[in-house]
């Protein structure tokens, strides 16, 4: 079991490699430039909700087993998603093609551009 905390005033470029297990990242608030995530096997749950001051590029590449993003309602969200074997549930967001988007890209002055490569199993994208 690990509990990191990281600084909210400080830019980071995020790389996180998972292997298997359970993971959470909590990242709201943080003052991201990019994140890279590598998923493993079994759970994990991403949550990029709260305030940003700039844009932010994610890409997430899938392994075997679910994951679950957490997206902001107010900030533009566009995920463009790779489909692994498996499926994608995307709750508050819109579908055109392989492209998922919330009601406030194309709109908002910040925006989070997230491309995933599915791998086998389920992801969950969650606009809260």
Do not use: C
């Amino acid at each position: 079991h690990w509990d990191v905390s990281l600084r909210n005033d400080v830019p980071l470029d995020l790389e996180v490699k998972f292997g298997a297990g359970q993971g959470e990242l909590d990242l709201r608030g943080l003052t991201l430039n990019s994140l890279e995530i590598e998923m493993g096997v079994g759970e994990l749950i991403v949550d990029l909700t709260g305030e940003r001051k700039k844009d932010l590029n994610v890409s997430i590449e899938g392994g075997i087993g679910s994951g679950t993003v957490y997206l902001p309602q107010n900030i533009g969200v566009r995920v463009k998603v790779e489909k692994g074997i498996g499926s994608v549930s995307a709750r508050g967001l819109s579908k055109n093609g392989g492209v998922y988007t919330n009601d406030a890209y194309g709109k908002a002055e910040i925006s989070i551009d997230i491309d995933i490569e599915a791998g086998i199993g389920s992801i969950d994208l969650i606009v809260k």
